[in-house]
């Protein structure tokens, strides 16, 4: 489902890194399987992830040295979020 890959590629940028699975079954996994309209299920990976500390707390979310560094760069160079070829480069 596209919503579903959607849901997956908000999730890692709003992380700053890719998900683990047991990130993926909490955050995405989960939420379609609690409701079958995929509206809604979109609406509640949203709010779990834009809730969560490894969004609000960038030093809090548990991110591989590769991933933290590629995000504090990022955060001073351009105030915002490590782009893909940032994320890639951290792979």
Same mark, same amino acid.
Not at 1 to 9: D, L, N, S, W
Not at 15 to 37: H, S, Y
Not at 63 to 72: K, P, Q
């Given at each position: 489902?596209?919503?579903?890959?959607?849901?997956?590629?908000f999730?890692e940028?709003?992380?700053?890194?890719?998900?683990?699975?047991?990130?993926?079954?909490?955050?995405?996994?989960?939420?379609?399987?609690?409701?079958?309209?995929?509206? @809604?299920?979109?609406?509640?990976?949203?709010?779990?992830?834009?809730k969560?500390? &490894?969004? !609000?707390?960038?030093? /809090? %979310?548990g991110?591989?040295?590769?991933?933290?560094? @590629?995000?504090?760069l990022?955060f001073?160079?351009?105030?915002?979020?490590?782009? &893909?070829? !940032?994320l890639?480069? /951290? %792979?």
């Open positions: 489902v596209k919503v579903k890959a959607f849901a997956r590629t999730a940028r709003a992380f700053r890194r890719p998900l683990t699975d047991a990130e993926k079954a909490l955050f995405i996994d989960r939420q379609f399987e609690a409701t079958p309209d995929l509206e @809604a299920a979109m609406k509640r990976v949203t709010l779990l992830v834009l969560s500390p &490894r969004f !609000l707390y960038p030093d /809090a %979310a991110a591989t040295e590769h991933y933290a560094v @590629a995000s504090r990022a001073a160079i351009w105030d915002g979020p490590p782009d &893909r070829a !940032l890639e480069a /951290a %792979a």
